[in-house]
């Protein structure tokens, strides 16, 4: 009986420490940290341009925004005749103006 005892103890001291001890990887760092999953940067519209000797706006997503404005976690860093560039979580993107197709009135 005491020999029952003797190997049943040990082998359920295992079986209850086996998990925990298998999701470890010895070769980990002690300093590690799982790396962050990266947010994906949301789109941005960009509406109009307006580029004169005095100022440089751009209007992105329906709204006037200057050279330094911060919105919506973005940094509108320069307004060019033809883009815009924007920084935003540490990627620079660059919107482009494509002319709107001109409407003809007919009568």
Known sequence: MTMKIAFV???LFLAVLAPASALEDPTRPADFKAPVQ???VRP???NSIVVGSAKRVAVIDGVVRREGDVFDGARLVRVE???VILRSQGRTLILNWV???SVRVSR
């Open 99 to 101: 002319m709107p197709p």
């Open 44 to 46: 941005f519209t960009l």
């Open 38 to 40: 990266a947010t994906a």
């Open 81 to 83: 005749s033809d883009k």
């Open 9 to 11: 103890l040990p082998v």
